[in-house]
């Protein structure tokens, strides 16, 4: 089967970073987007690995290794519009596969 | 551009009835994705289009459920008849030539089936 783990929710404070982690277990794996959704909104795509290794987007950094099936995104200087869902979705074939979402509150 | 469009942006109907949703995708995109969105099940892959062809359609819950995107500009999702488990957000995404890497996504249609 194909299926994606990431933590349901996260906590963190305004100006900490934080890590949300995702394995995945997919056929046909070709590389691993990450997404942002507001309560109410739509998702918004954040970050693409392809390759293995750290792809930085500002605030925001995502990061896939391969051989162990996993990836992250590091969100650094965390601001309050920060809150809200993260998810990782992997690439196979044409298409996402999405994991649940990780729900992150970022308290002042 | 103004990106992805649906309507209507809620639908509240009754069992049985036939709900059609509609999505306009990014002009110049290739690709289109129906979605749908639930607390219990999370964001899954209905369908995708490219270039207008149905590529995939396994997500797809039942025959109850149709797609079709008869140009480039305009793609429908019906269901009928609809049963209340239909409740949802339902989310059309376009993207470009890179498939499914960037995808962006319309504001979505919230369904109710009473």
């Known amino acids: 089967g194909q299926s994606l783990e990431q933590p349901s929710e996260v906590t963190a404070v305004e100006g900490a970073i934080v890590q949300i982690n995702c394995t995945y277990q997919?056929?046909?794996?070709?590389?691993l987007s990450w997404y942002q959704q507001h309560d109410g909104g739509a998702p918004t795509f954040l970050s693409y690995n392809g390759l293995d290794g750290l792809e930085e987007t500002g605030r925001f950094s995502s990061f896939l290794s391969r051989s162990d099936s996993y990836g992250y995104l590091l969100l650094q200087e965390l601001q309050m519009k920060d809150s809200a869902s993260y998810f990782c979705?992997?690439?196979?074939?044409?298409?996402?596969?999405f994991g649940q979402g990780t729900e992150l509150s970022v308290k002042p | 551009d103004a990106g992805v469009i649906q309507s209507p942006r809620h639908e509240v109907t009754e069992m049985g009835q036939e709900v059609t949703l509609r999505c306009k995708p990014i002009s110049g995109h290739d690709y289109l994705f129906w979605y749908r969105q639930t607390m219990m099940r999370g964001l899954e892959l209905l369908i995708y289009f490219n270039n207008n062809v149905p590529i995939d359609d396994s997500g797809m819950p039942e025959d109850r459920f149709s797609a079709k995107m008869p140009n480039a500009s305009f793609s429908t999702l019906k269901i009928q008849p609809s049963e209340p488990r239909d409740s949802a957000v339902y989310f059309c995404?376009?993207?470009?030539?890179?498939?499914?890497?960037?995808?962006?996504f319309g504001p979505g249609t919230r369904l109710t089936v009473l």
């Open positions: 995404a376009s993207s470009g030539g890179q498939g499914a890497i960037e995808q962006f």
């Open positions: 997919t056929s046909g794996f070709y590389g």
């Open positions: 979705a992997a690439i196979q074939g044409g298409k996402l596969i």
